[in-house]
């Protein structure tokens, strides 16, 4: 089936630095990505949806200056946590939608810590 | 209102019982409907997809009611394994659009 691939799975930065999280479609070319977060005992939050070769289309409230995302292939969309502080610590994740099948997949997510 | 409303639970059950969980969604021209599994610290994973005729895998049934907006998702033969999050996705159409269920959380007991 279609496999949804996110790295880094873990990654510790600090307080003011960047942070890169890739998202990729390994089996299928996906037009439209969505990234998550979710903190601790909490549901999923959409934070914006990356479509290929435009701009992504952010939820309200989320700064779309902080959280940069970058959807420059049919198969990888990025996601830059600009300035990290603590309270952006969470569970990042992807997912990708097949075009024609109407079926989301998700990555494995990404657990940043910001120290 | 949100477009998709589901108890959070959490849902204790023994061993062996039978568990439903609905789902309801605001929006009557959503066309796709989903029942996702999350573990703790893990991905939602695809767990089935809600037919209009429903559909079975197993001990695990999902349904769909259109006159009343909503989708289950019934356990049968609860075992310890199925101690999970389950989440409802509804799409509205055939493009990317997916609403999420805050999710419902299941623990299974000895």
């Known amino acids: 089936g279609a496999v949804v691939s996110q790295h880094p799975s873990w990654v510790i930065c600090k307080s003011g630095t960047s942070v890169k999280i890739e998202c990729r479609s390994l089996d299928f070319q996906a037009t439209t990505m969505f990234w998550y977060r979710q903190f601790p005992k909490q549901s999923l939050m959409l934070m914006a949806t990356s479509n290929e070769g435009s701009k992504a289309t952010y939820e309200q409230g989320v700064e779309k200056d902080k959280f940069l995302i970058n959807h420059a292939s049919l198969t990888l969309s990025t996601l830059t946590v600009t300035s990290a502080h603590p309270e952006d610590s969470s569970f990042y994740i992807c997912?990708?939608?097949?075009?024609?099948?109407?079926?989301?997949?998700f990555g494995e997510g990404s657990w940043l810590t910001v120290v | 209102r949100k477009e998709v409303e589901q108890d959070p639970g959490p849902f204790n059950v023994p061993e062996g019982a039978t568990v439903a969980f609905n789902c309801t969604y605001s929006n009557s021209a959503s066309q796709s409907f989903f029942w996702y599994r999350q573990d703790c610290r893990k991905e939602p994973k695809l767990l089935m997809s809600?037919?209009?005729s429903g559909n079975e895998d197993g001990r695990f049934t999902a349904q769909l009611n259109r006159a009343s907006q909503y989708i289950s998702l019934l356990i049968r033969d609860s075992k310890l394994s199925d101690s999970a999050t389950y989440l409802c996705v509804v799409s509205p159409n055939t493009g990317n659009q997916f609403y999420f269920g805050t999710g419902t959380s299941l623990t299974v007991i000895p």
């Open positions: 997912s990708a939608s097949q075009f024609s099948g109407n079926t989301i997949y």
């Open positions: 809600v037919y209009s």
